[in-house]
């Protein structure tokens, strides 16, 4: 079972609409968390980032924390077409490294 | 540009044979990931460097992967009897301590034929 589960898409929003991106991961020691956006043939983004339960906001995008759950999501406000992209979540423990997720393919059309 | 930078973007070699990648970070980061990415799925996790130190080293590097940081400024990675195997885009990062990990610099493609 992969540590960072991500819904792989394509998830299709019309333009103006909010987009919710969801992911799940399995280490309960996992600390912090992160969204990236990649585009096709570029190298991720980051766009948020997130420690703590709750909602974080900052601009059109929202992060959420479910420590419980163990589930982090990103909602996308007014929609536009250049956030087609893919959304990457990724997870760090107490060490360094990042537990990425295979990402969803976002695509929004006008 | 003060970004993170790689070199070469793009490579292409025969299998057997060994290729060098090099990173430099953004200059007041002393910290430096490297990770590799398949078509299709998120970067993997390779190695990690605060300052000269290797600190953190993922499983996926076997022994024909060495990577080196000598004055804890740019980084090298190298492959060693390169397989068909090894194609993809090797990722580099750096971050600062206690930053957000990390920003990415826009990839080394390999394709080993």
């Known amino acids: 079972q992969k540590e960072v589960e991500q819904n792989s898409g394509p998830l299709s929003v019309p333009e103006g609409a909010i987009a919710s991106l969801n992911c799940t991961y399995s280490d309960r020691g996992s600390q912090s968390f992160f969204w990236y956006r990649q585009y096709s043939g570029k190298s991720p983004e980051l766009i948020m980032s997130i420690y703590s339960n709750g909602d974080k906001e900052d601009g059109r995008f929202t992060a959420q924390l479910n420590k419980a759950s163990q589930y982090v999501s990103l909602l996308i406000r007014d929609s536009q077409p250049s956030d087609s992209a893919t959304y990457l979540c990724a997870v760090g423990n107490a060490g360094n490294m990042l537990t990425f997720g295979g990402g969803t393919r976002l695509m929004v059309k006008p | 540009d003060t970004g993170v930078s790689q070199d070469p973007r793009h490579k292409i070699t025969k299998r057997g044979q060994n290729v060098t990648f090099r990173c430099d970070p953004i200059?007041?980061?002393?910290?430096l990931y490297w990770y590799r990415q398949t078509l299709g799925q998120g970067p993997e996790f390779l190695t990690y460097?605060?300052?000269?130190?290797?600190?953190?080293k993922s499983r996926l590097l076997s022994d024909r992967f060495s990577a080196e940081r000598p004055k804890g400024s740019f980084s090298t990675l190298e492959i060693q009897r390169t397989e068909q195997g090894d194609s993809a885009m090797y990722l580099c990062?750096?971050?600062?301590?206690?930053?957000?990990?990390?920003?990415f610099g826009p990839g080394t493609r390999l394709l080993v034929l």
């Open positions: 460097f605060q300052n000269e130190a290797q600190l953190e």
């Open positions: 990062a750096s971050s600062s301590s206690g930053g957000d990990r990390g920003y």
């Open positions: 200059s007041e980061h002393n910290r």
